[in-house]
C-alpha cells in the first residue's frame, strides 16, 4: 500500500521501518501483522506447508526488503542465512573471504575449504588491491563491514566493481551497520545477509537471520530452495517480535550511536586503552570510507586493554551496567573479550574488548567503564 504523502519524495528510511510489512489499511483490519502459528494450511492455496511459507515471515521480509532496496529471505538465525547462501554455490567453487569477520562464519568457510566444499582464499578485504588480486577465478566475494570484532570499514563500492569486473557475486554482511546505516546493494552487492538477532530485533530476546537480494535476482530462488531443504526457518512467533522491535530501529540507533561516538572519544583518553578501533574518530582507518558508505559510524567499538587478557578480563568482568556477555544490537549494553572464544582468529588481540553500546544514559555508561577501568591499576 502506498502510504508515501508526496509521490515525488521517497519516504526516509526512518518513516519505512515504520511503515513497512503492515497488512493493507482496510476498516477492521490490524494495524500488525499476526501471528500464524500454523504447520500447515488448507490445500488448494500457495502457502500449502509451514516450512515453505508463513504470513508472519512474510511480513518481516517486506519490511526488510524496502529498507535494503531487496527482496529479503529470512532464515532461523544469521548463521542460518549464512550457510544458504554458501549452500548455493557449486561444489569446488572459490570464495575470497575476509580474515576478520564474524568467527562462525569463518569456522564454516573452513570447514567447506577442509572438506572439499570450497576453495577459500582468506585476505585482507579493507585492502582493496590484496582483494583485487586474489579475484581470479572466484565465483564469491564474501565481505563483511564494519567487521566482528576489529571494526572494520571495507570499501564496498570498490570491491564489488573488481568482484563484477571477473564475475564473481558479492554477499555483504551488514549486521554492524543495520540497513538505516548502510545499503551494499546500492554500492554494488548481489546480496546482503544480517544477523537479525542483533540491532533488527534489537531485544536480545531472539535468534533469527536474513539474505536479501536484489531484485528479479535468480538467487532468491536458489537462498528460498535452501530455507526450504534446509529447514532453517524462522518461527512465526519470532518473526513478529523481531519486526517489532525493527520499529522502533531508527530510534535505538541513533540514541547508540551518538553515545558510541561519546564514549570512544573517553575511552581514547584513558590510560588504561591502548587503542580504540571505532571508524568515527577521525584518523582512524577506514574513517573515510564509512564516511562515503555509511550515514553514520555505528554503535560498535572495540578496544585493545593495556595489561594483556588478563587486565581485558577484568575490565569486562568488572563492569555492573554493562552486561558481560556475548552478543551485540540490544538495547543493554554489552562487552566481552572476543579472544575467550577459541574459533577467534589469533590475529585478533588477546587484549582486545568489544563494545556494543545500548540505549541507557551515555553518563552511567561511561561512569562503569571509567569505574572499572580506573580499577585496573590498582
Ligand atoms: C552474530 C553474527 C552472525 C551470526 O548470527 P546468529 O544470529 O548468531 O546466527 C553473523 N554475522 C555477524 C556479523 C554477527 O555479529
Known amino acids: 500500500m502506498d502510504t508515501s504523502p508526496d509521490a515525488r519524495r521517497p519516504l526516509d528510511p526512518a518513516t519505512v521501518v515504520v511503515v513497512a510489512g503492515r497488512p493493507d489499511r482496510s476498516p477492521d483490519a490490524p494495524l500488525s501483522a499476526p501471528v ?35 527482496r529479503a529471505v529470512a532464515f532461523s538465525s544469521g548463521m542460518g542465512a549464512v550457510s544458504a547462501v554458501l549452500d548455493t554455490l557449486p561444489l569446488g567453487a572459490v570464495v575470497v573471504a575476509p580474515l576478520h569477520a564474524y568467527n562462525e562464519t569463518l569456522v564454516t568457510l573452513r570447514q567447506r575449504h577442509e572438506r572439499g566444499a570450497l576453495v577459500v582464499r582468506p585476505i585482507d578485504t579493507t585492502n582493496v588491491d590484496a582483494v583485487v588480486g586474489a579475484l581470479d577465478g572466484a565465483a564469491l566475494l564474501w565481505l ?183 552478543s551485540l544490537g540490544g538495547v543493554e549494553s554489552t562487552l566481552e573479550r572476543r579472544r575467550r572464544w577459541p574459533a577467534e582468529p589469533v590475529t585478533v588481540p588477546e587484549n582486545l574488548v568489544r563494545l556494543s553500546v545500548g540505549i541507557e544514559d551515555v553518563e552511567d555508561l561511561w561512569a562503569d567503564l571509567a569505574r572499572s577501568l580506573d580499577a585496573l591499576g590498582r
Not at 488448494?44 to 515453505?52: D, F, L, S, T
Not at 563491514?145 to 570499501?155: A, G, K, L, R, W
Not at 549486521?175 to 544477523?195: E, I, K, R, W, Y
Open 36 to 70: 500464524v502459528p500454523a504447520s500447515t494450511f488448507h490445500a488448494g492455496g500457495e502457502r500449502a506447508y509451514g516450512r515453505y511459507s508463513n504470513p508472519t515471515w512474510e511480513a518481516f521480509e517486506e519490511a526488510l526488503g524496502v529498507l535494503e532496496g531487496g
Open 144 to 326: 563483511e563491514s564494519p567487521s566482528n570484532p576489529m571494526i572494520e570499514v571495507v570499501d564496498i563500492a570498490a570491491c564489488a566493481a573488481a568482484a563484477r569486473a571477473v564475475g564473481a557475486t558479492v554477499v555483504v554482511d551488514s549486521t554492524f551497520a543495520t540497513p538505516l546505516l548502510q545499503n551494499p546493494l546500492s554500492l554494488g552487492a548481489d546480496a546482503v545477509v544480517h544477523s537479525v538477532t542483533k540491532y533488527l530485533a534489537g531485544h536480545s530476546d531472539l535468534l533469527m537471520g536474513a539474505v536479501v537480494v536484489r531484485p528479479d535476482s535468480p538467487w532468491e530462488e536458489k537462498v528460498r530452495g535452501r530455507r526450504e531443504t534446509g529447514g532453517a526457518i524462522p518461527g512465526p512467533f519470532d518473526a513478529y517480535l523481531a519486526l517489532r522491535g525493527m520499529r522502533t530501529l531508527h530510534l535505538r540507533m541513533r540514541q547508540a550511536q551518538a553515545s558510541a561516538a561519546v564514549l570512544a572519544a573517553r575511552l581514547a583518553g584513558h590510560s588504561a586503552i591502548e587503542r580504540v578501533r571505532y571508524p568515527g574518530l577521525a584518523g582512524s582507518p577506514g574513517h573515510d570510507v564509512a564516511i562515503r558508505q555509511m550515514r553514520g559510524h555505528g554503535a560498535m567499538l572495540a578496544v585493545d586493554v593495556r595489561g594483556g587478557a588478563g587486565a581485558a578480563e577484568a575490565f569486562a568482568g568488572g563492569c555492573r551496567l554493562w552486561v558481560h556477555a556475548t
